[in-house]
């Protein structure tokens, strides 16, 4: 059952990359928003457009993520007046809107230590089509090691999307 399961989260996953050109990006994919991940290497890999989803996993116990205002507030770490504060340890942000968006840790002292990112959001693919084989799919977040407060909410966003799918 457990692979039925996983075979139709990762049918979801295709259907809605190749449908809409959307791609999921989960931030330090295995390791996750940790600070011992080099997010800022993982985001220089990455193009992000318009519809794209990000999805940040970490600890809640140990990190949070903010999104801040300005490149001023992320250069310094100002993580005191942001725009929104993220702390459930599985958060999905959808990209809209062409810009950049500044996220880092709410901790200053891991903001400090390079745990944050700028993500600059291109416009839409104006030929999806052809490019859709270019586009990568990313697999679903993965809950880093020591996050034992969320152990089977992975589990639980892959049930929810399987029953959506099939409609059981």
């Known amino acids: 059952m457990k692979l039925l399961i996983v075979a139709a989260a990762a049918i979801l996953f ?13 931030v330090g ?6 600070p011992s991940t080099d997010v800022a290497s993982w985001s220089s890999k990455r193009v992000f457009r318009v519809g794209d989803k990000i999805w940040f996993t970490y600890s ?20 005191t007046n942001p725009i929104d ?31 944050k990112i700028p993500v600059k959001i291109q416009p839409k693919e104006q030929n999806m089509a052809q490019n859709v084989g270019l586009r990568a799919v990313a697999d679903g977040p993965t809950l880093p090691s020591d996050s ?17 799918l099939l409609g059981l």
């Not at 990359?17 to 990006?25: I, L």
């Not at 993520?65 to 100002?78: A, M, Y």
């Open 60 to 79: 809640a116990a140990q990190e949070s993520l903010v999104e801040l205002r300005s490149e001023e507030d992320f250069t310094s770490c100002d993580v």
């Open 14 to 26: 295709t259907a809605a990359t190749v449908v809409g050109a959307q791609v999921y990006h989960v």
């Open 148 to 164: 034992t407060n969320l152990n089977g909410l992975s589990d639980l966003l892959v049930v929810g999307l399987s029953v959506c």
């Open 85 to 115: 504060m993220y702390t459930d340890g599985l958060d999905t942000i959808s990209l809209e809107g062409e810009g950049i968006r500044y996220f880092a840790s709410g901790n200053t002292e891991s903001c400090k230590n390079g745990l």
């Open 29 to 34: 994919e295995d390791r996750g928003w940790d």
